[in-house]
């Protein structure tokens, strides 16, 4: 097994160069990701209020494209700011690439001490500006915002502590931004050209060629079916679907625990999954077929994670068809990421900044109770701004 150090990635911030990428970040934006950036000037301003301080930044992460959207607002707010992120992305010389652009790797579901320690360590500097993505993983949802992790809180909260014991009046923000995406065209012909795609491979015949959403059930029933039928599950047709969902899921993820020998430990499935996908990328596989398939079983878990029946009936927008069936493209074509149907704007607004050092007192009486108000207030501010 690799040793620990050799297991992070440390920021090796390179200003010049950083300038030099946020200078064509909007055309790298729009012409390798197809996508625009949207954010007010009065949001822009509420972050330049406060650039000469400490700033921990808390978005949610609907897509795999959010990093470098995120990327393209520091540009327009005229910034370098840090970000974390998945040990996986950092191979090669884009793993090099994300170092120079202020990028640190975090090992997640196993309690990354060295990402821990480096975030400690920014945050003690003067004018720290780090991203942290809280829900802890891409949720592939564009309208709704997953359980936040409490570190994004507590590890500012810990180092605002320890500074104003010196400085009573140090200031250290977090700020909850809000990211959507909205595509930028018409989408009919692009999601019936899905639905049918899906049809043709699955061997559906639509009864109702005009009705979307009725296809669309149509093509998540049968995936579901053949998931249970793989796992050797027997539907219980008075199980509602988030029933059935829910029991596949712990039925994966208990599935990949005792292939592993791995104890559940009662945390949420998505912690479980990176768990095991840390464990499959540093330990010796028994077989290449069943490292593989293992692993496979982790991307089906993460994939219908935060999917829910009733999400696109709710709000049938384009964005909600299109998350919903691009999580069962991944599913069907068994492809692990699927690139955006059209271009797209990134959406963003910011909320307003909390100022931590008001929150010392409360943290050294409390630390638990301080760090879960302060989360969850951060995730429903970030859920309400996506909402409007």
């Not at 200078?23 to 000469?52: E, M």
């Not at 027997?234 to 969902?245: P, V």
């Not at 990328?281 to 593989?292: H, I």
Request: a negative charge.
């Amino acid at each position: 097994m690799a040793s620990e150090t050799a297991l992070f990635f440390p920021p090796k911030q390179q200003p010049l160069l950083i300038r030099l990428v946020q200078s064509v970040s909007y055309l790298l934006l729009q012409r390798l990701y197809r996508c625009g950036l949207v954010v007010s000037d009065d949001d822009v301003a509420k972050l330049r209020a406060i650039a000469g301080a400490r700033v921990v930044y808390v978005c949610n992460h609907p897509t795999m494209e959010d990093g470098m959207v995120l990327f393209s607002l520091a540009a327009r707010v005229g910034q370098l700011w840090h970000y974390i992120v998945a040990k996986e992305s950092f191979k090669g010389l884009q793993g090099r690439f994300l170092q120079w652009m202020g990028c640190y790797s975090i090992r997640r579901g196993l309690g990354d001490r060295a990402s821990i320690a480096q975030t400690l360590s920014l945050l003690k500097e003067s004018q720290a500006q780090v991203v942290i993505f809280p829900e802890g993983g891409c949720s592939y949802q564009n309208d709704t915002v997953m359980p936040f992790r409490s570190g994004a809180i507590q590890m500012p909260l810990q180092v605002v502590a320890q500074l104003t014991k010196k400085d009573p009046d140090v200031d250290l923000y977090v700020v909850p931004i809000s990211l959507k995406y909205r595509y930028t065209q018409p989408m009919t012909v692009i999601i019936e050209e899905t639905l049918q795609g899906l049809e043709q491979t699955l061997g559906i015949i639509p009864t109702e060629p005009e009705d979307f959403y009725q296809r669309l059930l149509a093509i998540a029933s049968l995936v579901i079916t053949r998931i249970e039928t793989e796992f050797g599950i027997t539907a219980d047709t008075e199980q509602s679907w988030n029933q059935r969902i829910d029991q596949l899921r712990h039925h994966g993820i208990a599935q990949c625990e005792q292939q592993l020998n791995l104890q559940p430990n009662g945390a949420p499935i998505r912690e479980r999954v990176y768990k095991i996908q840390a464990l499959l990328e540093s330990e010796e596989p028994k077989t290449v077929a069943e490292d593989d398939a293992l692993y496979w079983t982790t991307v089906r878990l993460l994939n219908f994670d935060a999917i829910y029946d009733g999400y696109v009936a709710a709000d049938p927008t384009p964005e909600r068809f299109l998350d919903t069936l691009m999580r069962l493209e991944r599913e069907v074509y068994q492809v692990e990421h699927i690139k955006p149907k059209a271009h797209r704007q990134a959406i963003f607004r910011v909320g307003e900044p909390i100022n931590l050092k008001h929150y010392v007192k409360d943290f050294r009486q409390d630390k638990a109770s301080t760090v879960e108000r302060l989360t969850e207030q951060l995730r429903a501010t970030v859920q309400e701004n996506l909402s409007r």
